[in-house]
Nanobody
Framework: QVEVVESGGGLVQAGGSLRLSCTASGLNFEVATMGWFRQAPGKERDGVACINWSGMKVYYIDSVKGRFTISRDNAKKTLYLEMNSLKPEDTAEYYC??????????????????WGQGTQVTVSS
């Protein structure tokens, strides 16, 4: 049984930082492409950043490039998202999931599987 658990969300002022974590069990984390996705109220769940099994290939959406960093620790079966210079428009529920590839086509909500329950990130202005 696959279990994915996100943590690290919270309320932060604009310009602040948060670090999200995601632990996964019941799947071959070491060989899985993983990603972070987010869903704001009334919007679709979209990809934010994805990383391949080795960490050598990463993908970011344009709006977070230079501010967010995705990384992974395969020994701990944990995925991370370091978020700096946060903006109010980053406010959303953030989810961790598997995805076929770390590129613009597959780092999307429609391709992701094995969702966690999410962690809320709220950025105040």
């Amino acid at each position: 049984q696959v279990e994915v658990v996100e943590s690290g969300g919270g309320l932060v002022q604009a310009g602040g930082s948060l670090r999200l974590s995601c632990t996964a069990s019941g799947l071959n984390f070491e060989v899985a492409t993983m990603g972070w996705f987010r869903q704001a109220p009334g919007k679709e769940r979209d990809g934010v950043a994805c990383i391949n099994w080795s960490g050598m290939k990463v993908y970011y959406i344009d709006s977070v490039k230079g501010r967010f960093t995705i990384s992974r620790d395969n020994a701990k079966k944990t995925l991370y998202l370091e978020m700096n210079s946060l903006k109010p428009e980053d406010t959303a529920e953030y989810y961790c999931a598997t995805t076929p590839a770390a590129n613009d086509e597959y780092c999307s909500g429609s391709w992701a599987r094995n969702w966690g329950q999410g962690t809320q990130v709220t950025v105040s202005s």
